[in-house]
Structure formats: structure tokens, C-alpha cells
Nanobody
Framework: QVQLVESGGGLVQPGGSLKLSCAPS????????VSWHRQTPGAQREWLAL???????NYGVPAQGRFIISREHAKNTVYLQMHNLKPNDTGVYYC?????????WGQGTQVTVAS
């Protein structure tokens, strides 16, 4: 079964940082577009950032200025480095990989920002 697996979530204090990882099981996603999304309590899932196979990057408004997406082809992994986290960043963070009509989502990793 093809899966995307997110890791790196947890509890962090306001102002702190976390680095999330996304890696696929059973396939190489080097030629996929990979994106990060999140769902905060009471809100719809929102897009944060994407990175293409060639390294082009775009950020959504919630991620601009504080989050950095990157990918390491040798490790078949995409990262989301998050800085200056705030309580309203609390939520479940998902990665997604897309190519043509193929689309995979991970199960998500919980990020909680609280003192």
C-alpha cells in the first residue's frame, strides 16, 4: 500500500521551531510536486507550501515569512521548517504528493503550540 508518512510534530512553546518531514513508502517521489497543508481546529484544510521536482517553491499566506519548504532527493524526503510558531498554528499537518492524475496524502502529524 502506497503511503506518505509525516513525522516531526509535537508540542512546542510559542516562538519555538519544529521541522516536519514527509517521506513516501514504496515509491520514489522525486518527480512529484509535494505540498504541505494543515487543518487547524474549526477551520478548513489550508495549503501552506509546495515544491516541485526542480525545486521551485511557492508559499501560501499562512507560511510566508516563517516556514521553509525544502526537499532532499537523496533521502526521498520533503521538509517543512517552521519558525516563530504561534498558538494558532496548532493543528494537524499533512503532506501531499501529486503528479498528473496521481495524488497521495499522508495521515498527518499533530503540531501543538502551547506554553
Amino acid at each position: 500500500q502506497v503511503q506518505l508518512v509525516e513525522s516531526g510534530g509535537g508540542l512546542v512553546q510559542p516562538g519555538g521551531s519544529l521541522k516536519l518531514s514527509c517521506a513516501p513508502s514504496r515509491f520514489n517521489f522525486s518527480d512529484f510536486v509535494v505540498s504541505w497543508h494543515r487543518q487547524t481546529p474549526g477551520a478548513q484544510r489550508e495549503w501552506l507550501a509546495l515544491i516541485t521536482s526542480g525545486g521551485q517553491i511557492n508559499y501560501g499566506v499562512p507560511a510566508q515569512g516563517r516556514f521553509i519548504i525544502s526537499r532532499e532527493h537523496a533521502k526521498n524526503t520533503v521538509y517543512l521548517q517552521m519558525h516563530n510558531l504561534k498558538p494558532n498554528d496548532t493543528g494537524v499537518y499533512y503532506c501531499r504528493s501529486s503528479r498528473a492524475t496521481t495524488d497521495y496524502w499522508g495521515q498527518g502529524t499533530q503540531v501543538t503550540v502551547a506554553s
